[in-house]
Structures are given as C-alpha cells and as structure tokens.
C-alpha cells in the first residue's frame, strides 16, 4: 500500500517538471532543461560555451538573450546553494 503511494507522489512530481520544461529554442527544440543541466554538470557558464554542446541559436537567434538569462540565473541559484566552510 506504502509502495503504491509513494510512486504516485513521484509520477505527480515527474509530471509536475514536464509541465515546467520551455522551449527555449523553437528552431532546434532546446529546452530550458538541457540549459540547465549542462550549466550544473558540464560548467557551462557562456553562450559561446553552451554553443559547443547545443546547436541554439544557430537558425533565427532569438532565442539567445532567454537563453543568458537562464545561464546566468542557474549559476546564480547555483552559488547561493552552495555549502560554506
Ligand atoms: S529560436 Fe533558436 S535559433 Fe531560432
């Protein structure tokens, strides 16, 4: 019975960070997601840099000042996160 609760709090939870994903890049179809774990696994920290790994912004590039935003607030929330001492 336990069982059964608990993975149905973890498919809400799931479900609940589908709903969250954004299309960043239409023309590639690059989500805030995938901006977001290269930043926090690979140490992405530039456009130029986020370049190397997804081709965003390579078609139309208007989705290439959402995308700084996004670097920037992740290694922002990343750093406030981090344990001191
Ligand atoms: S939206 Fe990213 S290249 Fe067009």
Do not use: W, Y
Not at 7 to 21: A, D, G, L, P, S
Not at 46 to 57: A, C, F, T, V, W
Request: glycine share 8%.
């Amino acid at each position: 019975m336990k069982r059964i609760q608990i993975r149905t709090i973890i498919n809400r939870v799931t479900n609940q960070e589908r709903i969250f994903t954004m299309f960043v890049c239409i023309c590639k179809g690059i989500t805030d997601h995938q901006i977001k774990q290269l930043v926090t696994e690979s140490g992405v920290g530039s456009i130029r840099e986020l370049k190397q790994h997804l081709p965003l912004g390579s078609q139309c590039g208007t989705c290439v000042k959402v995308a700084q935003n996004i670097i920037d607030n992740t290694i922002m929330d990343e750093s406030l996160f981090k344990e001191v001492g």
